[in-house]
Structures are given as structure tokens and as C-alpha cells.
């Protein structure tokens, strides 16, 4: 018979049993809780290892502060819950019931000031009254102003749990994929035998459990299979599985959602066990598993009984209680009652004696138990009270006492420091429900079990209602054959392992009547009885209002242990069953998922892939500033020194390009290259403007619609050959234009000849723009080719070579309105030709410009670009009604052409300059008539683009203002009030800079 | 000076060498790679010409088949990208424009797509963490092609051997910030 | 959820574009009434419950478009086609050549 400890072996730990127990007793942990140092063992959980030292309280309950404990032995802990580690990895809320014990594990209690032991806020328990159900939504309603200065943040710091650490979190996050032919979720018996029978076929089984070691409730009873201790069996089983190369385990895995398609999402817990990470090795990862089938054996979970203070320290799960017996070599208390509704009150009698414990009394709501019960009850010297209800606890931060209520109708007080409860099981088919089916209710077992599966999910084990060790055995190996079979393996034989079925009669106990002092439903969030009561009366009945009125099933745990007796209480006061009052539906993720795990590596800088365009070493050598867009890292300007900020930079590549040339990576824009016998044809329908009249070596602006008339996109095209074009887009474009171009070729016109390839990346492309862009250019491209203005014109496009043979492209294209041209090479010589663009514009008083530099020039130009092509404008808007087509069809013509969107009153695109020049504009500044008051009604359009323009030496803008065209002398306000500003401007053309495009052409 | 011919530049610049104990990395630098794609009517004749000039039978959907120093890669229906050693001056775009001549349509890749090899025995543990694909081996051999992304960054990849050995082709500019996802996959098992 | 591409085999819902309604078919744009053809071919859907054709887009993958048969309350797909047979097989032999 195993005793508690009285000091030989085990240390300081007075509660470890001289033996029994997983855990390696050979080897000692030392970690502090609340600043105190305790011992442990490899193998115990926080919890564990706490009952071992003899410490009870562990933490504040969340409004009324009350001392609160260990509940449970696994992931549904509603109370213990504590703050792991310190400084970056401090992690509150952590179940201190799965959180398993290190060498120098630090761990705090939560929600107590100034220490657990005397807790200042315990006086809300006196306040109680206005804490009720739905204090939330009662207190602090008015003034209303006082909400966010005052009330939350009061209730913030009086309330809020745990502390989250404010540092950067130091440790890595990992994400991966696994396929298997069946998954088993669960490592307790049933899912053992359903992996080991999956698993003999070859087949791929990945089998997942949340705990660091398998067994579940087997090995927790200590109950025999084929005769030997169930963790024999495990330990067998494990080892076949382990040694398989098609089967992985994962353990401290918990799967945490149902998906479609037979896919989960699970958590490994890789590194938590341990003090800090190995090198390399990530704290978590994030598992996707697709699995053609899925057993599911994720076991049941025990209710609490609702009495008066069922939640003092000492009052614990009778499950767990056997738990921390067999699994830990913990005892929880040495004197205890038994308080249940179901037979295996015995078997926690049982355990209890054997561990050395005094059993008062086994208190049984039933009038009439089974002669087995009696004689376990008797054997163990306890009193047997049936017919009987614990009211109520006594004692304060633990419990000294219980009162009874006796068959009889009498009160009695029995003494003990540990109550055991079992109000029965609650199977955990959380996972059967994320896809919406609905559960059904057993009333035979007291408890939902699920209803239709997902496709390609099977049940084993308690899951299925399936509570005694010799049916989960059985259970589990058939669900792995089938399972198996499903998958498409021929199944193997696998001879069921042997062990008896323990009795599970249980019968109703949602909640003792007339408790003496609070009896909690949920114990997390402080709802009681009355709770539900008060919801029922003031109208929330609906399962769906009672959670969202009271708080009942939120937070970390979700009510694994509130829910159904919630609804079994709201059910008896409304007269209706417990199917009628309904369930609540859950969601995953079935336990807490950390945000780090979810995000993986993606985070910071790395939360997105970067596109480095063909000259970013160079831009950098060269102190550029580089902006975001899309995924590409651009440069935005390249500053000299003594300058002052930005603006004096920006204006002197302006001023730069203007007089002399410069030169922009515009490799990032979007390529495309089409050729087929139809591609004209094709582009014709793309574009809204005519196509097929393009001349081979020329190019064209384009802008394509959307089929609703709006613009989608602009960009360039070029004839390289008969059937040859290559387009471009703009950069925050180029996908979405394939993907378009893809749609009208594969699914509007599949009978056209036209292949589309992307060619971004395969050139460098630099835009050299100024009035010595082509002298520039004369030093690269090689002799034989022409690019005198005669031989190569405004609009002109030529496959030429550069510096003795490199192939290139040539484009004479200009959105800086001086004379341009695109230059491109295979990217792999972008870095070179950057470096002798630079190297050879010396002599032209060249330099590089970003996109700043490019924004200001195309504003001072007048030319469109991502603020007016922002999916709300039409060609006519942005003044390029001319362009568009009115022979041909192409996407948008039709819709295009609606009254709506050719109504002369649209907002449409012009310029403005303010009339004092010295003051600034801003982009999103509303346009309102020059005496007219700032109201919604009167508001005739918006400033989209604004610019200092170093060629006029004061600010200019675009803006779409309604019959903008029309009003060019105008005075308008140009009013800002999200910034302040409220400007008078004057409306002006939207070319600030050679109107009559003299410089383009040369 | 001007008229100097440029200096290509690899895509790896940043990259630096990947050797573990099952686990290497490997950026092939030399390639010429063209993609082609059939034109309308020309599935057969397509076939039949690379058939002709290189021996190989255009694999119709996804995988790989070599021919005369050429791989040719499955890239999506109806097209596919040849991948070859760029030695003794091989520009496969040319070299297959003038082979296929109206009948297929032919793009340079050379400079758009850059191929890595990942080899060894932790390499399809440390690929399952950012490729969504069952590249065990039962699900994907040697010749098996997968379109796909790699944590977010769209690949080309496939098998080349049993050790295993893989390629991935990628789109140039994505280099950097695929060497950084693969070597914190990589961590894990000693790179 | 996990669609079956013809071309590439199963693949993860995060590879594909959900783009719509795979029933409507483009109309004339010279037909008298192309304006009120055109409205309801771009905005007007009934939204039954029960199987929808959808056009998806393996944008991660091939770059094939499909049409996709679902399930919209259960997810559950029928069947997945390579959308430009379909187009090929609705289209009137007229207007295979242009």
C-alpha cells in the first residue's frame, strides 16, 4: 500500500506517495512558485508537483477574488491558471494543470495584490450584488464619457488575469504540413488501439495527443489490461508505434480544429517543457494535417457538481483525484468525502484507500446504488450516505469541512481536507462540432454525444459514449481497422486487448438545491448558480444569450466544465429538456493558440516575402531611402549629403530629370508577354482602347476596364512582332492583370490562339528621362543601332544590344513628360548596367530618382496613377474619355457606357494650385464652393495627389472635382478636416509642366 | 569604357553555403531556361517536334523528362519550362524558337527564374514547413512535378533522386526572402 | 477545404481564387438590349441554397481556372472541371473562329 510521504525519498514534498506514479522519481526539479522554492519531479505538471508540496491555493478568482485551486488534471482547468516564466517569455494564464515542471521553472499566481494569501480585492466578494450576471452591461453605463477614462481602465486592473510580458517574444514559431491516411486525435487507449490497428497495415498514421505522455484515462484509473497495469500495455504500444516509419507521434500536440476537406489544425508544444529552447529548435509549431480519415478519441471530461462552495481549494475533480494518484504519486488530501452521482465514486473511493488515504464518507445523490458500490465503500471504511448532497465547504482558503444534506432531510458536518466530485462525463466532441453539426443528447449517459461527423472522421472511446477501459479497447481497434480500410489498406487483423468494464450508472445532478454560500457553475468566470437564475428572469434563456449574458463558457477553458450543467439548470427552471434548452456551438480553437504560433516566421520584417528589384545593392551602396509597395522594397529617393530632409532631395532628382537625366529602376512594374495568331485580337477586347492598328516596333498607352466601366488598370504596349506583344502594368497590378488576362483567355474567349507568360522578372528595367537621356544612352547601345530621333521616334520600341552584345529592349516611353526611355536587360546584368548608367551619366550631370522623384513628375504632368485609379473612377473621370472605343467590344464597353457613369456631374480630373503659393496641399482634402459650408451635400469631390513641384516652386495637385474640366479659373476650398486644413485653391489645368508636350518628343 | 560588356550578377549574392549533416543547399547558377507554350491546334505537333529534336516525350500533365541536356518541366497546362546548363554559349530561347517554329511560342527565362537544389534526408521535413504538398515518398518521386507556393513565395518543384534531391524554381527577385524561410526551417536540424 | 485540380491533384484552399458565378455567360455586347444583358450578367445572382457551379482560380498552382461544384452549406464538392473544356464545350461551333 502506497503512503504519503513522511519524509524519507521525496524530499520537502510531504503529499508524493512512497510509490506509484509515471514519474521519474529518480530525478529532482527545482522550481518557484509565488517566489518560493518547491521540488518536483521529470514527469510532473505544476500541478502535480504543487499538490505534492502540500500547496492548495493557487490563485484569485476573476471578479470576486476568491481563493480558488486545482480543479482538474488536464487542459480544462478553469482556475489554476498562472503566469509561467519571467521577463520576455512571461506567459500569463497558463494552466498550471498541463504546464509541466522544469529545472528552474518560475511561476506566479495571478490576479492577487499585493499576495495570494491576502488579497486586498477579496473585498469584492462583499460587493457581490453588483457583480451579477450581466454587471457588465449594468454598472458604468452612464456618463458615458467616464466608460474610457475611467471605467475600463479600473476594471482592466482590477480584473484582468494575468499579466502578458511587453517584450518582444524571444523564442521562434514553426509551421508545417502532414499528410496521413489516418489521423488519430487522442493517445488514451482507445486511440491507441485505433493507431495500432491503423498503423499494422502500413498505412500513414499520425497520431496526436496533448499530453506529454500517452495512456489518458487508462493508465490515470491504474486500471489492468491483459492483466497487467494499463501503463504496461501503453508503454508496449508505444514502443511498436514509435519504431514504425509510417507512423509519427505527436505528442504535447493538441488538435485544436476541424476544417473541411479532412484537414486539422494542431499546436505542438515543442519546447514548453523545457527552460529555453534548443538552438534552432522552434517553442511551438503550428501543424496543418490532412488525413484521408480521422479517428477521433479525444476522451470526455468530467462535470463539477454545483454546491456552495464547490470551488474552495480542496474541492477537486474525483477524476483528477485518481489521477494525481496513479499518474503522479501525488495524494491531494488525506481526509476525504466522495460526493457523486455515479458509480465511479467507487473507484475514487478505492484509489484513495489505496493511497493511504482516510475516506469520510462516499456522499451519493441516488436513493439506490449497486451492491459492488456498497461493498468498495465498506471495504474502505467510509460512510456511506446515500440520497445525500453536499450543501456546502467550510474553512477559508482550503476546506476543513462539509455540510450534508441527508436523505433524511438533515444537516450534518463531516471534517475533511479534500472533496472528490463526480457529477459525470461530458464527452469532448468539441472537434465533431467545428463545421456546425449538431450534438445529441444521451439520457442514459447524461451528456451530448456527437451528431453527424465530418467526412472521414470515425469515433473511439468515451468521445462515443464509449466510458469503460474494456470498451474504449474494443472501440479504438475496430475504429482503426475501419478507418484503415476507408483509407484504402486492407485491414489486419489485431486481437483486442483484454480488460474489464467498470460500471457507469449514473443519474441526474445538475446542481444541489438551497446550496449554503455561492455555488459556481463557471468557475473561470465567476458565474453562479444564481447567475443563471437572474439571466432566466430578466429574459436570456436562449443557451446563445445565457453565454453572452453571464460570461458562462468564455475565456481560456470555454466551459469545458460549465457548460452542460448550465444549460441543465437553465432547462430545469424553464421546465423544458436539456435538448430543448440547446447547446452552444463551439469553435476552435479547442484550447488557448498563442498569436506567435499562428503568425510562424512571419513576423516583423518577415512578414511578408521581399521583392528586391535589379538594382537594390547598388541603391543601397548609394544611401537610398526605400519605400514599400506591394511586396517590393523600391527606392524612394537617394540623398546626398547636406541636404536637409527629403523634400530638398526629392527636388533636386526633380530638377535633375528636368535640365539634365536621370535614371529609375522601373523594373517592378508588371511584364507580359503575349503571342498566338490572335493575340491583337485578343488585347482589342482586353484593352478599351484600339490595338490592332499598332505598328510593329511602336508602342501604345493602354488602359484596360473592369467589366463594370471602372478603370482596372494602364500601362504600355508594345508590338514586338506580328504576333508578338509585351505589355505592362502597373506594379501593384501585375498579378491581378495576368490573372484577368488568364480569365479571358481560358474562360471568355478559349478559342482565341494567345499564350500569356509574365516576363516581370526577367528584365531589368530602368527608366533614363531628361533632355541627355538619349546622349546618355548613345554610350551604351551599341553602334548599329539607330536611336537618333529619326531613327527611333516618340513611341518607338527596338530588341537592340548594349555594351557589345547584351541583349536588350528599348522603349522611348515618358511619364516624366521629358524626353525617356526604357531601357531592359535579363536581370541578371541589372546591377552592371545600373552601375554604368551611373558611372556614364557623370558627364550629363546625372542622377538616380526614386519614386517620389516619379510621383512628383507625373503629378506636374498630369498623368494618372494609383490615387486616381482607385477603383471608383472611369476613363471620362480621369480624362481619358477619348480613348476608349466605341466600335469594338472589349470588357467594360457596355457598362461603361451607363448614365451613371457618363453623367457630366461625376467628379473628374483636374488640377489645382493654391492661391496663396506659399501654402501647402493635402491629398484627401474635400473640394467645397468657395463660400459654401462644409457639409456632406456640398461636397463636390477630393483632392487625390498633391506634390511640391520644383518646376513651379509651389504645390500643385490633382483632384477630382465635379465638372472639373469646366472650371478652370474657379477659386475652390480644398478642405481638410480630418488634418485642419481648409485652403482656397484655384482651379488650373492638370499639366503643370510643358502643356503642349514639346520636351517628349525632343 | 562604355562599350564594356556587363558583368552578370548572381541572384545567391547574399546567400551563404547550406551544409548539414542531411541537408544541403545548392543554387544552380548557370542555367538557360525558355518556357514554351502550345499554340492553338499544335498540341501534337508540338510534341512530335520535341520528340524529334530531343528525344523526349513532352510529359502532359505535371512532371519532368530529360532530353539532350534539356529538362523539361511541366508549368502549368500546355506549358512547360526548358531548363539546360548554360555552357558553350546554350541560350535555349533561340535554340527552341528555331526548333519550334509556329508552333509553339517561346519566352526567356533565363534571368526571370532561379533554380536551388535541396538534397539529403531532413529535406522533406524541413520543405513541410513551408510546402503545402505530400512530398512523401509514396505521394511524389524523381520526375514528379508540383506547382505550388512556398510559405507564400509560388514555386516550381520537383524530384530529382531518392536521397531525396529536389529543385525549386522561383521568380528572381524572391531569392532573399526565400533563403530566409529555408534556413529557419532549416534550423532545427543543425544548419 | 481542398479542391482537386484537374492538373495538379488536390491542393489547399489557400493555392485558389474564388471568382464567382461559373453559370453566366457573357453576352453579346451588339445585342439591343446589351445594357440591361450586361447588368445582370455582372451583378444579378439568386444565391440558392444547395450546389453552386463557381469558378475558381489556381493561383498558386497552374494558373488553370475551374469550375467547381459546392456545396455552399456543406462544402462539400461534386466535381471540378478545367474551366476553358467547359467554355469550349458551351460555346456554338459559330464562334470558334474569329
Redesign the interface.
Known sequence: MATPGQGSGTGSQPNRLETGGLVDRSRIVRFTFDGKTYTGHPGDTLASALIANGVSLTGRSFKYHRPRGILSAGSEEPNALVELREGARREPNTRATVAEVFDGLVARSQNRWPSLDFDVMAVNSLLSPIFVAGFYYKTFMWPSALWEKLYEPAIRRAAGLGRASDEADPD?Y??????ADVLVIGGGTAGLAAALAAARTNA?VILVDENATLGGRGVDDGADINGNPAHEWVRTVEAELSSAPNVRILRRTTAFGT?????YGAVERVSDHLAVAA????RQRLW?I?AKETVLASGATERPVVFGGNDRPGVMLAGAVRTYINRFGVLPGRRAVVFTNNDYGASTVAALKRAGAEVVALVDSRAQISDEVKRIASEAGARLLLGAVVTGTLGKKRVTGVTIHTRTGEEERLDCDLVAMSGGWNPNIQLTTH??SKPTWNDKLLCFLPGTLP?GMSLAGAVAGDFTLGKTLVGGTSAGSAAVTAAGYAAVSVPVPKAADESDAVAPLWRVKSPNGKAFVDQQNDVTESDIELAEREGFRAVEHLKRYTTLGMATDQGRTANVNALAIMAEITGRTIPQTGITVARPPYTPVSLGTLAG??REK?F??????PSY?WAKENGCVFVETGL?LRPSYFPRPGEKDWLETVKREVTTVRNAVGICDVSTLGKV?L????TA?FLDRIYMNGLKTLPIGKCRYGGMLR??GILMDDGTVARLGEN?YFITTTTANA?KV??HM??CA???W????V?I????????QYAVAGPKSRELLQ??V?PAFDITDAGFPYLGVGEIT?????KARLFRLSFSGERAYEIG?????????MR?LA??GKEFGACAYGTEALGVMRIEKGHISGPELNGTTTPRDVGLGGMVSTKK?FIG???G??PGLVDPERPALIGFRPLDRSQRLRSGAHFLKRDAQATAENDEGYMTSVAYSPSNGHWVGLGLLKRGPERIGEIVRAYDPVRGGDTLVEVVSPVFVDPEGVRVRG | ???????????F?HWKPVKALNFTVEPRETLTMA?F?????KKDALAAAIRAAYGADLPKGSGRVEGNGIAFVWAGPD?WLAIAERKDGRDLESELKAALSGI??V???????VVVRISGSDAR?IL???????L?A??FKPGNVAITHA???GVILWQIDDKPTYEVAL????????A??LL??A????? | ??IACPYCG?R??DEF?Y?GDATVK??D??SPT??NE??S??YERSNPPGMHRE?W?H?AGC???LVVTRGI?T??ITSVEV??DV??NE?PAT????
Open positions: 521562434t514553426d509551421k508545417a504540413t502532414a499528410f500513414r476544417y473541411d476537406g479532412g484537414t538552438q534552432g529548435v522552434p496543418r490532412v463545421l456546425g467526412h516566421h512571419h518577415h511578408k516575402p521581399t521583392r528586391l528589384p545593392r517590393w508577354d503571342q498566338g495568331a490572335d485580337a467589366e463594370d508578338h498579378v495576368v490573372q488568364e480569365y481560358q474562360w471568355l478559349p478559342e482565341l490562339d499564350q507568360v509574365s516576363a516581370t522578372e526577367q528584365w531589368a554610350k551604351i551599341d548594349v555594351c557589345g552584345g547584351i536587360v535579363p536581370a541578371r546584368y541589372g546591377d552592371a548596367l554604368r558611372e556614364a467590344d464597353h457596355v457598362l457606357k451607363r | 569604357m562604355a562599350n564594356q560588356t556587363l558583368l552578370a550578377t548572381s541572384a549574392l518556357s507554350a502550345a499554340a492553338k491546334g506549358q509553339a511560342s519566352v526567356d527565362q533565363s534571368d526571370g527564374r521535413a513541410a514547413k513551408g510546402i503545402p504538398v505530400d512523401d509514396r505521394a510559405s507564400h513565395i521568380f528572381r527577385s524572391y531569392v532573399d526572402s526565400f530566409h524561410w529557419d526551417s534550423a532545427e536540424y543543425g544548419v | 477545404m481542398r488536390e489547399s484552399l481564387l471568382s457573357r453576352p455586347f451588339a446589351a445594357a450586361f447588368v450578367y455582372t469558378l482560380y493561383s494558373h488553370a481556372w452549406a462544402h462539400a474551366a476553358r467554355a469550349l460555346k464562334k470558334d473562329s474569329i
